[in-house]
């Protein structure tokens, strides 16, 4: 992610996650509530992996008030903005790490609900950051993705953003880019919903829920059981 400048786009990167202008990334948050209801599950610990700025993280703590809340992110530009916004609440704990290593500081079989929100396609070995992920969901414990299923179309960003956000949208763009050359030269990686299954298969985990937004919107999200509790 070089070029990035995280103390700028700390900034101004929850305007370009805001409802209005990604609106399928808050149908995350309520869908995670679904499937924690349809369960049964009042979740205890939550862990964001690669938290961000904890937009999405703060709406567990108004929802979940009494859970733990575990926020890893490897920017400390981004866990600054975080503290902002959750540093004065009881329960909540920020791991600047690479997500495999503040996974690895975490106890097995604690988390009930474990979140890659935008994060899993930068992850270097995903398939170790799975089998961790497995290791530490508490028996009706659930993960939960979101993430891109192919590369933006740059020129339809170009051409919608620089009108709106003329200003802003330079740093966020740099962030875009980093995304697109990332995926064509190896560095990052998206999933189709069969890839999906078998990288969390392989470590142990079923699927039990998913929803794209495919042609409109090239997201999708999936939740993960697993196995032997799915």
Do not use: N
């Not at 990604?22 to 869908?31: A, E, G, R």
């Not at 960003?157 to 200003?167: G, H, I, K, N, S």
């Not at 330079?170 to 880019?177: D, E, Q, S, Y």
């Amino acid at each position: 992610m070089a070029g990035i400048d995280w103390d700028a786009l700390a900034q101004v990167i929850d305007v370009f996650s805001s409802e209005e202008y990604t609106p399928v990334l808050h149908q995350f948050q309520p869908w995670i509530v679904d499937q924690l209801d349809a369960r049964d599950l009042e979740p205890a610990h939550f862990v964001d992996v690669g938290c961000g700025t904890a937009l999405l993280s703060q709406r567990w703590r108004e929802w979940y008030p009494d859970a733990g809340l575990t926020l890893i992110d490897e920017s400390g530009a981004m866990l600054a903005r975080a503290r902002q916004r959750l540093g004065r609440e009881e329960g909540v704990r920020f791991v600047e790490a690479e997500a495999l290593a503040g996974l690895d500081a975490l106890e097995s079989g604690s988390v009930d609900a474990l979140i890659f929100c935008r994060s899993l396609y930068a992850l270097p070995d995903p398939a170790k950051v799975a089998s961790r992920a497995v290791e530490l969901l508490s028996p009706a414990g659930l993960i939960f993705f979101f993430d891109f299923t192919r590369a933006h179309d740059l020129a339809a960003l170009d051409a919608f953003y620089q009108e709106l956000e003329p200003e802003r949208w330079p740093v966020c763009r740099a962030l875009t880019v980093d995304f697109i050359e990332g995926l064509a030269d190896g560095r990052y990686r998206v999933y189709s919903e069969p890839e999906l299954v078998a990288l969390w298969g392989g470590a142990g985990a079923e699927r039990v829920a998913y929803q794209t937004w495919e042609p409109d919107y090239p997201q999708h999200q999936a939740c993960f059981a697993r196995a032997d509790a799915a």
